[in-house]
């Protein structure tokens, strides 16, 4: 049994919570694919492969659970989908997770795992007193590989 099955069984319990095969299955799809901020519905997508009988409704209700105890990050983009990534808790991670960089050309959304903000943050409690605990930056713009093709594009014409 992995280290993060362990620990993620061990969490339900002390929540007073059942562990299920349909829960361990979600958490570890969601752990496999770290850094990729996926849907419910890419998750149901992976998750089917193990469990066909499962259904969408359950992987919801979980994501949902999982988010409640901070296993799950919620990401929103301002496209209309709400994606998922393993959290800063289950992951063992102190501080500010990542930013993200999202390409308005093909959709990809890439981690930037610098945080460059905590001198701001430091300024901006100094000047206001207000305690910052955490923040979420999101780049729009245009990756490398789509920035490539505009270029050899442009160069054709």
Same mark, same amino acid.
């Given at each position: ?41 890419? !998750? ?30 919620? !990401?929103?983009?301002?496209?209309? /989908? ?20 999202? /390409?308005?050309?093909?959709?990809? !959304? ?32 245009? /990756?490398?590989? /789509? ?11």
């Amino acid at each position: 049994m992995s280290a993060d099955r362990e620990k993620f069984i061990g969490m339900l319990k002390d929540k007073g919570l059942k562990v299920t095969r349909q829960r361990l299955a979600i958490l570890e799809v969601l752990t496999e694919q770290d850094g990729r901020h996926m849907t419910t519905e890419d !998750i149901y997508d992976l998750v089917r492969k193990e469990f066909p009988e499962i259904g969408i409704a359950t992987v919801y209700r979980t994501v949902q659970l999982l988010l409640e105890m901070q296993l799950v990050d919620r !990401i929103e983009l301002n496209d209309g /989908c709400v994606r998922y990534e393993i959290g800063r808790q289950f992951s063992g991670e102190e501080g500010h997770y990542h930013h993200h960089l999202v /390409c308005k050309s093909c959709g990809k !959304i890439l981690s930037f795992d610098e945080d460059l903000l905590d001198e701001l943050e430091r300024q901006i409690e100094k000047k206001t007193g207000f305690q910052i605990w955490d923040h979420e930056l999101k780049f729009y713009g245009m /990756c490398k590989d /789509c920035v490539q093709d505009r270029n050899k594009c442009a160069e054709h014409t």
